[in-house]
């Protein structure tokens, strides 16, 4: 049966070649302007329009100025022979060193402190802490004084280490409060508690801070956390500066209260004037995107990105360095 319709499209082969050869180029041609009509397009959008309507929320921040500031020393540290450090503050500030300070005691005292008992001075926080650290060392920091402070554990007490990982003490918690009673009224930030980590025959990791957290006179912790932003022009200044320029990101526990507060010393640069944008080059960087803390984009191309473009990490949220633009910039432009 077949083989007679085959015979017979065989009688009729140039009918039959055509129509073979138009159908298949019919189909082609459709595939074709479909693939076209389709993509063409779609790539344009994506590139382009798009993007541009992310609307990645707004941070509400408000900007506090932080009195204290506290670094590690540059001279080598340990257990044995002390750990250097560098305080840098607007007022006349008392720096309290507490060695072998227990963990569960400084949080025990950081929570109480959330509920009405304000660590304001080294007294309060040492009863907090219900003595419960080995060693005790204060020091008196006068205004702008930017010296070193060699805090040492005294060698009749013997200690060399604190023991293998996990600790139940941190080696060093230092602690600045203002000096000044009349200060506390100034400033809402009242104490800065510093948790650095100080090497000793255990754990030989160089000495570095840990957690950083600034209390307040209203009774609120935030912790301070750096940002991460290109060092190639000016980015020395954020380090060697009284005050680096830090943000403080709201915790969790304190409800209520949205003051995210940007901290900045007084007489330092804007950060992040006069450093390029990353995508377009041509702005000043001013956005810090959040979770991730990269600040490389500007005003302009924030609104681009719904990841980050140097770690691809999602945003959810970002805020400005500053709020003015710089005056310069609208004039360059017109
Ligand atoms: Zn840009
Ligand atoms: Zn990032």
Excluded at 16 to 42: E, H, K, N, Q, R
Excluded at 52 to 78: C, D
Excluded at 184 to 204: G, L
Excluded at 313 to 323: G, I, K, P, R
């Amino acid at each position: 049966m077949a083989a007679v319709f085959l015979v017979m499209l065989y009688e009729y082969s140039p009918l039959f070649y055509i129509s073979v050869v138009s159908l298949c180029f019919i189909i082609t041609a459709a595939m074709v302007l479909g693939w076209f009509g389709f993509d063409v397009p779609v790539i344009l959008r994506s590139s382009d329009d798009a993007d541009s309507s992310w609307n990645i929320p707004e941070k509400r921040m408000v900007q506090k100025t932080n009195p204290f500031s506290l670094q590690i020393g540059i001279t080598p540290s340990s257990v044995a022979e002390g750990m250097a450090l560098r305080p840098g503050c607007l007022e006349r500030c008392v720096l309290s060193c507490y060695w072998g300070c227990s963990v569960q005691a400084l949080q025990a005292a950081l929570h109480t402190h959330q509920h009405g008992l304000i660590l304001s001075t080294p007294q309060v926080f040492q009863e907090a802490l219900h003595s419960q650290y080995q060693h005790c060392q204060t020091f008196h920091v006068a205004k702008g004084d930017l010296e070193e402070c060699i805090s040492q554990m005294p060698a009749d007490l013997g200690a060399v280490d604190f023991g293998l990982m996990p600790r139940s003490c941190y080696p060093l918690v230092a602690l600045l409060t203002l000096a000044d009673e009349e200060a506390r009224d100034v400033y809402d930030i009242v104490a800065n508690v510093t948790v650095v980590h100080v090497p000793d025959d255990k754990y030989r990791m160089s000495a570095r801070i840990l957690f950083q957290y600034l209390l307040t006179a209203q009774g609120n912790m935030f912790e301070l956390k750096p940002l991460f932003m290109s060092a190639e022009e000016g980015g020395q200044v954020d380090l060697s500066g009284p005050t680096p320029a830090m943000e403080e990101e709201e915790e969790p526990g304190a409800e209520g209260m949205e003051p995210t507060a940007e901290s900045e010393a007084e007489g330092e640069g804007t950060p992040g004037v006069g450093r390029d944008c990353v995508v377009c080059q041509n702005a000043p960087v001013n956005r810090v995107l959040l979770p991730c803390r990269h600040t490389c984009l500007c005003e302009g191309c924030v609104a681009r990105f719904q990841h980050c473009p140097m770690c691809r990490a999602f945003v959810l949220e970002s805020f400005a360095l500053s709020q003015q633009l710089p005056a310069g910039e609208e004039e360059e432009d017109e």
